[in-house]
């Protein structure tokens, strides 16, 4: 394994990115690429340059895109897949893995998520501080699970789909591709249909 680690955006997510490779304590150095120029460190670490440069360092580093938009990070992400980097995925050392949890590459697990057996997370996701996904969920890939969301056994969340923080999501359901749900919905029925969805229970608003 390479004992280089580059994290692509060393903004908000970045940092909190970087701040789980630090505690997971496997690479000898860890570094940024940012798009403002005017940045030369975060965290303490060195930004080497912007996100142009990143076929520089695929030989070298493995590479984490550690920027939160679904859509951005998913384009990265397989760029870099297409370019053959070596793509971790970083969990947090304060956060609960059950047995038979199938995490994908390029995804984050941030401090105090729980996740529970037979789980199956995909690729690029976010599972963000204190959220919980029980038993036997499908969260596909490129999916953000915002801070204290919880999601009940046996729950779909189809690719690219965001879940507001503090959204609850109850048991045997399904959520459609591409959706947005707001802060603090609660989801009892499927959602077939891609939009946002907002309220006790949740509505699509557009």
Known sequence: MKDKLLIIGASGH?????DIALKMNKWSVLAFLD??????SSMGLEILGTSTDVKKYIDQYQIFVGIGNNITRKKIFLQLEGAGASIPALIHPKSTIGEQVEI???TAIMAGSIINCCTKIGKGCIINTGSTIDHDNLIEDFVHISPGVHLAGTVKVEQGTWLGIGSTVINNINIAKGCLIGAGAVVVKDITVSGTYTGVPARRIK
Do not use: E, I, R, Y
């Not at 970045?14 to 970087?18: D, F």
């Not at 798009?35 to 030369?40: F, T």
């Open 14 to 18: 970045g940092k909190v990115v970087a």
């Open 35 to 40: 798009d403002d120029k005017s940045l030369k």
């Open 104 to 106: 994908g590459l390029g």
